[in-house]
């Protein structure tokens, strides 16, 4: 079994940071990438970013662009995402996810295999 726990989250004003982790454990699995996903209230899940496990190559959300960046540690078999100047409109759940496909941002949502159980970040204006 393949678990992903979240760690990070809280209250934050507008123009603060928070940094999220994401650790990986269980049994080892096939591994393309692992993302991070968030879902506000009333609102679908919605793609934030992602990072290639073997490379590092990162792709982001044009919403966070230049603001967050995510990172990971082989070694650790963690992830982590750093998100600066936040905004209220940054207020989720955040979820890590992983998977084994090379999916389209917008195919996260329905086709990660494997899901952490989130974590909350309030951003107050």
């Known amino acids: ?3 992903l726990v979240e760690s990070g989250g ?3 004003q507008a123009g603060g940071s928070l940094r999220l982790s994401c650790a990986a454990s269980g049994r080892t699995f096939v591994r393309y990438a692992m993302g991070w996903l968030r879902q506000a209230p009333g609102k679908e899940r919605e793609f934030v970013t992602s990072i290639r496990w073997t490379t ?33 409109e940054d207020t ?22 494997y ?6 970040v309030t951003v107050s204006s």
């Open 1 to 3: 079994q393949v678990q």
């Open 115 to 120: 899901w952490g159980q989130g974590t909350q």
């Open 56 to 88: 590092g190559e990162p792709y982001y959300s044009d919403s966070v662009e230049g603001r967050f960046t995510i990172s990971r540690d082989v070694a650790k078999n963690t992830m982590s995402l750093q998100m600066n100047n936040l905004q209220a």
């Open 92 to 113: 989720a759940v955040y979820y890590c996810a992983a998977t084994a496909l090379r999916l389209r941002p917008a195919d996260w949502r329905t086709m990660a295999e």
């Open 10 to 12: 809280g209250l934050v």
